[in-house]
């Protein structure tokens, strides 16, 4: 299977374990486990163990973990919905669902969560005579354990906030994000089907029974269902277009009966808002939409725009690199592939646009896209087009002296 292709029961895992609820609650759970098991592991031990403890020596530290872990659990949701609203307002709003996926932000609100449920069972059972002298000693054990990876956790989690969700960090994440969905699409444009041709006569449209944006196709389910049925697939909505009354799914040549189109439109899975997952554009979107912002004239910040453009440059380069798979594993279904045109407008047209005045981003523009057609000699004239435009527009905006600069340095960049 290709690679940038999950059947939809690993996709829909794969979203899930990216919820912040889903973490908590599976650390939740553990927590209470270890808490119940601690009675019944004593008995099993092969040797009799206890330590001389004061009273209430277990039930004290347990209140103080609750208590601490209640104010540092809300101190922590806090400080990640602070570092999401910072992101939207200074970044771009399409940055959020990034942040929300950290890994190490989900796991430190899990693990204060799961330390708060912790003391607050082991309260509870300890108050209900439920553990014996034994148990009780194993419970202060686990509770000296779970100190230990609170104490860890929190220190890791504080060194984390002081980058977390700046704006170097957001781009970075956009970028890796870009980065990941352009290499995947770059190996195999067409998700392991056939190259788009030119949908038959006759064929028959399938068309979504909402509106909404394609963010997953199942391609192996789609060369499934047209083996089953002797018919071809043609996708006409991928990752990122909108599925509507104009833009069908899909056309299918052959018997389309009810089955067939129900089936089609399974492999289809439509959401209000784009993804990351399998659309190659929305990242380069979501880099230029910060680059456009922190060109704003309430911003009227070009640092922020002309390391957007570094960003630009390392992404379109690695996924211009990456070696084409010519191999077809889906053979009844074609698949049109994502136009480099369409990404290099994506990526560059609205910051030539809203930094058409600003000579120091259209010097670093030229530059960025004269590296780009020499790392891809066959499509420079992509690259070229671009420029030019950009150089047009924003000549009509320059004075002579900066336009006379800007020419000098495109002439320098491109070699001529």
């Known amino acids: 299977m290709a690679s940038s292709t999950h059947s939809p029961l690993a996709s829909f895992f794969l979203r899930l374990g990216r919820q912040v609820w889903v973490r908590a609650a599976i650390f939740t759970v553990i927590a209470i486990v270890i808490v119940l098991a601690a009675r019944f592991i004593g008995p099993l031990l092969p040797f009799s163990f206890s330590i001389g403890l004061a009273d209430n020596a277990v ?3 347990l209140q103080i973990i609750a208590t601490a872990m209640l104010t540092v659990s809300t101190f922590s949701v806090t400080a990640m919905v602070t570092a999401f609203s910072s992101a939207t307002t200074t970044a771009t709003p399409r940055s959020t669902q990034l942040l ?5 932000s989900q796991n430190a609100v899990s693990t204060f969560v799961g330390a708060f449920t912790f003391s607050l069972v082991g309260i509870v059972a300890l108050s209900t005579g439920y553990y014996e ?9 686990a509770t000296l354990i779970v100190i230990g990876i609170v104490v860890f956790t929190l220190l890791r989690w504080i060194s984390h906030l002081s980058t977390f969700g700046r704006m170097s960090d957001v781009i970075d994440r956009v970028e890796k994000a870009a980065t990941t969905s352009l290499e995947r699409h770059a190996e195999s444009p067409t998700l392991g089907a056939r190259p788009a041709v030119v949908v038959p006569p006759g064929a028959t449209a399938v068309h979504a029974e909402k509106v909404g944006y394609v963010t997953h196709v199942d391609v192996a389910g789609l060369d499934r269902l047209a083996q089953h049925h002797g018919i071809e697939i043609h996708v006409r909505a991928t990752p990122g277009h909108v599925a509507d009354a104009r833009v069908p799914l899909a056309a299918v040549t052959g018997t389309g009966d009810d089955d067939v189109r129900a089936g089609v439109r399974r492999a289809f899975r439509i959401e209000h808002h784009r993804t990351y997952e399998q659309d190659p554009r929305f990242g380069v979107i979501a880099l230029t939409e910060i680059g456009s912002r922190a060109l704003s004239p309430s911003t009227n910040d070009p640092g922020t725009a002309i390391e957007v453009l570094a960003s630009l440059q390392r992404v379109l380069a690695r996924s211009l690199d990456v070696g084409r798979r010519s191999d077809v594993e889906y053979e009844h279904v074609y ?10 407008d994506d990526a560059f047209r609205p910051l030539a646009r809203d930094g058409a005045s600003l000579i120091e981003v259209q010097v ?29 527009r924003s000549r009509r905006q320059l004075n002579r002296v900066d336009a006379r600069t800007l020419r000098t340095a495109a002439r320098e960049a491109w070699g001529r």
Request: proline share 7%; glycine share 2%; with cysteine.
């Open 100 to 104: 929300i996926a950290d890994p190490t």
């Open 59 to 61: 039930d004290s530290l």
């Open 364 to 392: 670093r523009l030229q530059k960025v896209l004269a590296s780009l057609a020499r790392c891809a000699p066959d499509h420079s004239a992509v690259f070229s087009d671009a420029a030019r435009a950009a150089f047009e």
């Open 133 to 141: 002298e034994q148990g009780r000693t194993i419970l202060f054990i």
């Open 335 to 344: 698949v049109p592939a994502p136009r480099l045109t369409e990404l290099v």
